[in-house]
């Protein structure tokens, strides 16, 4: 079974810096690539970035440039992880963050239509 | 930045009637979008992409179509785990989420 679990619920004063896990397991990690997104309560959904998990090439969405860093960690003998450390924290970064992996068919696969999602984490920016 | 507009904002509908949502592009983006769906306190769940094809395990009462920049999705009928906020997403360049959809009950 594929599984994107992600770390906890987090709590951070403006200026500071986050980090979010987001470990995988039941697939090939290096066969897919994993994005992020978050979501402000009640709000839409907004692209952050991408990390390919074969050779940790990124993409960032232009807003988050400098900001956010996204990494991973292959261990050979336990669940792959993704991290999302987002600095310089702003009261408008309060959200829930996702993990989630792209989408393959039998034929192909896609890069940005995601398909297995973590359990979100929220962030709460708030001096 | 490609900008998708979704209509309407809210849908309500009754239980076995047809839902049509709507997610219009500011620019061409061939068939490069998905839909999903997403439920109170859950991760939104992958329904459509590229435009008109169902994603693993997705029930057949999911169609999306394209026509231009206009792309629809319809639910045949509506089932009651089906009211949710739908989401559009194009991927033809950076990735933009529509503003979403709300199917609530009637």
């Known amino acids: 079974q594929v599984l994107l679990v992600q770390s906890g619920a987090e709590v951070k004063k403006p200026g500071a810096s986050v980090k979010v896990s987001c470990k995988t397991s039941?697939?090939?990690?290096?066969?897919?690539?994993i994005t992020w997104v978050r979501q402000v309560p009640g709000q839409g959904l907004e692209w952050m970035g991408w990390i390919r998990g074969s050779n940790s090439h990124t993409r960032y969405a232009q807003k988050f440039q400098g900001r956010v860093t996204l990494t991973t960690n292959t261990s050979a003998t336990s669940a792959s992880t993704v991290y999302m450390e987002l600095r310089n924290l702003r009261s408008d970064d309060t959200a829930v963050y996702y993990c989630?992996?792209?989408?393959?068919?039998?034929?192909?696969?896609?890069?940005?239509?995601?398909?297995?999602w973590g359990q979100g984490t929220m962030l709460t920016v708030s001096s | 930045e490609i900008v998708l507009t979704q209509s309407p904002a809210t849908l309500s509908a009754s239980p076995g009637e047809r839902a049509t949502l709507s997610c219009r592009a500011s620019?061409?983006?061939?068939?490069?979008l998905a839909w999903y769906q997403q439920k109170p306190g859950q991760a939104p769940r992958l329904l459509i992409y590229?435009?008109?094809t169902r994603a693993t395990g997705i029930p057949d009462r999911f169609g999306g179509s394209a026509s231009g920049t206009e792309f629809t999705l319809t639910i045949s009928s509506l089932q009651s785990e089906d009211f949710a906020f739908y989401y559009c997403q194009q991927y033809s360049d950076w990735p933009t989420f529509g503003p979403g959809t709300k199917v609530d009950i009637k």
């Open positions: 620019q061409t983006i061939s068939n490069n």
């Open positions: 590229g435009a008109s």
């Open positions: 039941g697939y090939t990690f290096y066969k897919y690539g």
């Open positions: 989630a992996r792209e989408y393959c068919s039998s034929v192909s696969c896609y890069a940005d239509v995601l398909d297995i």
